[in-house]
């Protein structure tokens, strides 16, 4: 089954694809747009060419497992995106995945500027492997 993974943002929104077959997750082309519906445009069309089963979306719980601060806005986003697409929308939690996602840059490039375009999409790898190790 192939599953899309969001990393949700404001103004970023990082987007990876995968198989559960395989369990290896591919970051996509970043999404640099604070319009929901520009980021819906570019969720379905990767859902029709990937032929997406599922989509997860990172939710930003604090260490403890309680809710941080941006919850609010991706359970918004994410209750957004099930009123709108045709597979199942789960939230998975996404805990260190923005330091992971920043030590793998740091080997793809030590410049941050020039990292910074491709972050959320690495952000959304790691969220897409911690669900495949967790399913």
């Known amino acids: 089954m192939k599953v899309l993974?969001?990393?949700f943002g404001s103004?970023?929104?990082?987007l990876a694809v995968g198989d559960t077959v395989t369990r290896i997750a591919?970051?996509?082309a970043l999404v640099e747009s604070s319009r929901q519906q520009e980021?819906?445009?570019e969720i379905l069309r990767r859902v029709a060419e990937y032929g997406v089963e599922r989509i997860v979306?990172?939710?930003p719980l604090n260490m403890d497992g309680s809710k941080g601060r941006a919850c609010a806005a991706v359970d918004r986003f994410a209750g957004f995106l099930r009123k709108r697409?045709?597979?199942p929308v789960s939230l998975v939690d996404e805990k260190l995945s923005s330091f992971a996602a920043e030590e793998k840059g740091k080997e793809i490039d030590?410049?941050?500027?020039r990292r910074r375009v491709f972050l959320d999409s690495l952000a959304a790898q790691v969220i897409l492997q911690n669900?495949?190790?967790?399913?």
């Open 5 to 7: 993974a969001v990393d």
């Open 11 to 14: 103004r970023r929104v990082g």
């Open 26 to 28: 591919s970051p996509l």
């Open 39 to 41: 980021v819906l445009a």
């Open 57 to 59: 979306v990172g939710y």
């Open 85 to 87: 697409v045709a597979v």
């Open 110 to 113: 030590r410049d941050f500027r």
């Open 131 to 135: 669900y495949f190790e967790q399913t």
